[in-house]
């Protein structure tokens, strides 16, 4: 599996991957997406992660630069291929592309409902922030995050 910059021609294929609108949620925090919600998101650098040439799974890296960290965002697997090892392939690649900018601190948020994303990111070697830390980076948050650094 290799991780490319992610193409906009796909983000109708992404868009369909949610099953439902509770997994929208989960996953972007919206309700509905829409291939042009997709193609415009522009908070970060977008990746595909693609398999013999076919788009597998998506995420995307929030740099920030001010605060030396890097945020693995919007991440999510075909629904064909979930259960094959291709989410923690794409959070450990991401992972390593955001330790390339020698931040001090990568990581990424997750609903509190999404047990099998959480899963996913513990068995790529993330770990759950300290409470007095999850408090603080829940601040202004539209719902309690579990907050993971890895």
Known sequence: MELIAFDTADAATVAGWPASPDEAVHWCGQLEVTPTIVAGWDDGQ???LV?????????ELWVDEEEDEVELARLIVDPARRRQGVGRQLVSR???RARSYD????F???HPNNASATRVYLA?????VDDA???EWNEGQPVTYRWLVG
């Open 51 to 59: 398999d013999d040439g076919v788009l597998v799974g998506y995420g």
């Open 108 to 110: 990424l948020r997750v």
């Open 133 to 135: 830390t999850a408090v």
């Open 94 to 96: 991401l992972a390593e």
């Open 103 to 106: 931040t001090g601190t990568v």
């Open 46 to 48: 977008a990746f595909g």
């Open 124 to 128: 790529a070697g993330f770990h759950f």
